[in-house]
């Protein structure tokens, strides 16, 4: 696609409930990250996929979360019985994998756990 | 480990004058880059201006242009003729070897009519 898509756009769910999160990113890009960005923070780092391995998991918060990528394409970041601090904006991005390229980011996920 | 530090959590400027927003950052590599990324109220972060850390020429891209002080460790981004679509957050980052982009606080920036 001609960008990186992510939906849903919003997500309200309760306590104790899963939840998925899913990234579309552009064609042609092997390199796919996840990001969380709490209210007015800075982002943070969850996982890296180069194709379907992701070899930087180190950002993710608990075994709680967990994600993966299929076809070298669409990704995604399951969350497990969520909690009130797991609100946020999960934020993704692809890359063409070589350093120095910038990322391109979707607009992110929203999720509010009441 | 990288770190990227934005010191100025908010910054104002009239619309059509000039702001710089500070970045210091902290590496031990010698070949890394640089990145500023705008964040509107539609949460997608979108790439401003890029900086190679190998390259001395400050990077520039039309009203946007980068002060780059290697030895300082240094960062800041100039935004000239401010407007008022100008008015989001930014964060600098960092990225080296590990592809894995490092990025500061964020600063608030708002254009006053």
């Known amino acids: 696609g001609a960008g990186v898509s992510q939906s849903p756009s919003n997500k309200v769910t309760e306590k104790g409930k899963d939840v998925e999160l899913r990234c579309d990113p552009i064609s042609g890009h092997t390199a796919l990250y996840w990001y969380r960005q709490s209210l007015g923070q800075g982002l943070e780092f969850l996982i890296y996929f180069q194709g379907n391995s992701a070899p930087d998991k180190s950002g993710l918060p608990s075994d709680r979360f967990s994600a993966e990528r299929t076809g070298g394409s669409v990704s995604t970041l399951t969350i497990q019985r969520t909690q009130q601090e797991d609100s946020a904006v999960y934020l993704c991005?692809?890359?063409?994998?070589?350093?120095?390229?910038?990322?391109?980011f979707g607009s992110g996920t929203r999720l509010t756990v009441v | 480990a990288q770190t990227v530090t934005q010191s100025q959590p908010e910054m104002s400027v009239q619309e059509a004058e000039t702001v710089t927003l500070s970045c210091t950052y902290d590496t031990s590599e010698s070949d890394y880059y640089l990145f500023w990324y705008k964040q509107p109220p539609s949460r997608q972060m979108i790439l401003v201006i890029r900086q190679e850390a190998y390259k001395q020429q400050n990077a520039t891209e039309n009203r946007f242009s980068v002060n780059f002080q290697k030895a300082a460790k240094s960062f800041s981004l100039k935004i000239s003729d401010s407007q008022l679509g100008d008015a989001a957050m930014y964060f600098c980052?960092?990225?080296?070897?590990?592809?894995?982009?490092?990025f500061g606080q964020g600063t608030r920036l708002t254009i006053n009519p």
């Open positions: 991005a692809s890359s063409f994998g070589r350093v120095g390229y910038g990322y391109t």
């Open positions: 980052a960092l990225i080296q070897g590990a592809q894995k982009l490092v």
